[in-house]
């Protein structure tokens, strides 16, 4: 099984594989409410899920900006 798993451009499947030593009955396990509402919250948003350091990874590698941007319209002196 850990032959079928390799490594992308996002994610590392050496460490992955080693914080679990089970996957199967990992994933079995009830989920966590508190969990399920900050991963649904941030697929409703569409914004990516992660401390910021991560966030300015990701938008390096994907070569866009995933950082919400300001509100509202630009000012005058702006545009």
Do not use: C, H, Q
Request: charged share 40%; aromatic share 6%.
């Amino acid at each position: 099984m850990r032959s079928l798993i390799k490594d992308d451009i996002l994610v590392k499947a050496g460490p992955m594989l080693s914080m679990v030593g089970n996957w199967k009955m990992y994933l079995a396990e009830p989920e966590d409410e508190t969990d399920y509402d900050v991963f649904k919250a941030s697929e409703e948003s569409g914004k990516p899920l992660g401390g910021e350091t991560f966030v300015e990874k990701l938008e390096v590698l994907l070569g866009r900006p995933l950082k919400p941007k300001k509100r509202g319209r630009k000012k005058k002196g702006d545009r």
